[in-house]
């Protein structure tokens, strides 16, 4: 959101820092996610960001954009929100051959690195950041997760933090 995320930060003595904003609610949605090969190396990033609330619709066209994208068989792991559960009933419905959908257990989003990566944008690039408009908003979001992308460690930290068994 346009609202800035406040987080302790560091001041000189006796010169209380002060965040100027106003109350916005304009917000960009991001539909993301990491790939991952087989063999657990070279993670990337694949994401969109929209400027409304996500809906199933824009999800289906995201996974579709991916699988355009890599070409690939995918196994995709999502949680439980109900915007992905009407997203992967309607893309398997349609008799996609090339998905497969496994869920993460309800209200688990320490086992989602996606999550984990989400975190890293809005509470350490993000914080204390106050954006001047939406478009401002988008870019920083956009070029805090492209540069997580370029750091396969920290991308890799995030699948490896979740535990969970991927072969």
């Known amino acids: ?11 000189p003595s006796g010169k209380t820092p002060i965040h100027y904003s106003w109350d916005r609610h304009d917000r960009i ?16 990033v694949f994401f969109e960001l929209w400027q409304q609330n996500l809906t199933a619709e824009q999800i289906i066209t ?7 994208e890599t070409r690939r068989q995918m196994i995709v792991i999502m949680d439980r929100w109900s915007g992905h559960r009407k997203a992967a009933r309607l893309l398997l419905a349609e008799g996609v051959d090339w998905l497969k959908v496994e ?21 350490a690039d993000l914080a204390n950041y ?3 408009d939406i478009l401002a908003l988008h870019q920083a979001v956009t070029d805090s997760i492209q540069a997580a992308g370029q750091d396969a460690d920290l991308l890799m930290a995030f699948v490896r933090h979740t535990h969970l068994d991927l072969l």
């Open 1 to 11: 959101m346009l609202q800035p995320v406040v987080r302790r930060t560091w001041a």
């Open 29 to 44: 949605s991001v539909c993301g996610g990491l790939k991952v090969a087989p063999d657990l190396t070279q993670p990337q």
């Open 62 to 68: 995201y996974l579709k954009a991916v699988h355009q």
């Open 103 to 123: 869920w993460l257990p309800a209200y688990a989003p320490d086992l989602n690195p996606v999550e984990l990566l989400w975190g890293h944008t809005k509470y």
């Open 130 to 132: 106050i954006p001047e």
